[in-house]
């Protein structure tokens, strides 16, 4: 690690070319630590981060109460500043991933009637749906939860699906079909007092959404399904768009 007399503010430089937004510096940080660059039990000292990134200590100090106020460090006076929780990625279709780390756990399932949302985007013309609503954690922790819409043809206990299981899994296994294309929509919400009560959070908290409808191999679509993630808890990853 660089001295501090190698800081280009020690040397008589200006904001040129250096990091100035405590945004920035945040997303670096975060990254950083995800990626292996900075070990996740190591202290976060100011200087060495203004080495690092190339910036100011104001930046660095507002990107770290604002990681603070996330959740993802802890500073503590005397003490420092620690990650407190990193997090866990989800793939962003969740079609083919190893879900190992994340367990499921259906906690509501009931007929309710059709609507025309559904009825168009699965192209049923049932009067009821099936309706399952499950969690997902990790760790002992609750990070997201999904309701999940599709057709009382399909009579499979959805508990049998609790545990760590993939999609691939659910739609060859439960819905008796081969996976094929998914439709994402990404957006944001914020916590009613049910869903915060299940995420273990205040009300109102911020949540990503995550809107999906599954397709099988030969276009036919099996469900739909809404989930909401904690946004200090869930980050979103892509690799692929198909199994």
């Known amino acids: 690690m660089a001295q501090d007399n190698e800081h280009p503010r020690s040397k008589g430089g200006s ?43 104001g930046s660095v100090r507002a990107a770290l109460t604002q990681l603070r106020d996330s959740g993802f460090v802890e500073r503590r006076r005397r003490v420092g500043t620690k990650v407190s929780h990193i997090g866990v990625s989800v793939p962003l279709t969740d079609i083919s991933s190893d879900s190992n780390d994340i367990l499921i756990t259906v906690i509501e399932e009931r007929e309710v009637p059709n609507f025309p949302l559904v009825r168009e985007r699965l192209a049923l013309d049932e009067p009821s749906l099936r309706m399952v609503e499950n969690t997902f954690s990790t760790a002992g922790e609750v990070i997201g939860i999904r309701t999940a819409y599709f057709s009382t043809r399909i009579l499979g206990d959805p508990r049998d699906l609790s545990g760590p299981v993939t999609m691939v899994d659910t739609i060859t296994s439960f819905f008796g079909m081969t996976p094929g294309e998914v439709l994402v929509s990404i957006g944001s919400d914020i916590a009613d ?6 995420l273990g959070v205040a009300e109102g908290v911020p949540l990503i959404v995550r809107e999906m409808t599954y397709f099988s191999s030969d276009g036919e679509p099996i469900q739909m399904v809404f989930d909401r993630f904690r946004g200090d808890r869930v980050r979103l990853e892509a690799t692929d768009w198909t199994v």
């Open 193 to 198: 007092a049910h869903t915060a009560r299940v």
């Open 15 to 57: 904001a040129y070319g250096r990091q100035i937004s405590a945004r920035r510096v945040r997303d670096l940080i975060t990254s950083s630590i995800r990626d292996g660059h900075i070990a996740p039990d190591d202290p976060l000292a100011e200087e060495d981060l203004m080495l690092l990134f190339s910036t100011s200590r």
